[in-house]
């Protein structure tokens, strides 16, 4: 017998089409360039032409160091969410137990909630791959800063190139790092599918309608466009 209802294939397709069609909308089209993250990318490189005219950069290394510790906090937290999420599944029957008797009674087939609980395991084996990416990435940011040539030769041809390498390859680190992010807040909306489809396709509405005002409606971004 097949595990899934009309309606969960239904919440799951809208799940997994609204993740895709965010994703393409932030990366690929001139709308998503108007959000907060493609705002400070253009910072960044500002942030590497300040730094190319002072020759004490320890103050712009501890950012950097700061940017690593958050990225491997996320990778450390995404490790402990997949170890939840496969204690959930070696626990199925427990668990099953343990909601049939909340007031809200929910009940699931076992199959239906292993395939759940394997998909939850999923999105944050995702996370985790692209937080511990963006790690790596801010550590070969270090080396292009450890490399930044001097300030009194910031106006050569090869200073000029080195800003624009170090600026492309940190965009790259911070975008891996959003696109962990975002499949954080999509994990939290695919705890509805838990309780229902129906509360599924509310949440992930839901979460869609908070990245998107934190990307196009936020005091975050009026501050950074601000005059």
Known sequence: MHPFTGLDLVALAWFVGAWIAYAAAMDWTAFGRQGLNQLMDGYREVWMRRMLERDMRMVDMQILGSLQNGTAFFAST???????????????????????????????????????????????????????????????????????????????????????????????????????QRAFFFALAYLGWFISPWVFMVTTAAALLVMWARQFASDSRRAVVRD
């Open 78 to 180: 995404s490790l402990i969410a997949v170890g939840g999420a496969l204690t959930l599944l070696r626990s199925t029957d427990d668990v099953l137990t343990v909601l049939a008797t909340l007031p809200v009674g929910i009940e699931t087939a076992r199959s239906l909630w292993e395939i759940k609980v394997i998909g939850l395991a999923v999105i944050f084996i995702y996370a985790f791959f692209k937080f511990a990416w963006s790690y790596r990435l801010f550590n070969y940011v270090a080396i292009l800063f450890g490399a930044t040539p001097l300030a009194a030769h910031r106006d050569s041809h090869e200073a000029s190139i080195h800003v624009v390498r170090t600026a492309r390859l940190f965009t790259t680190a911070g975008r891996h790092f959003n696109k962990g």
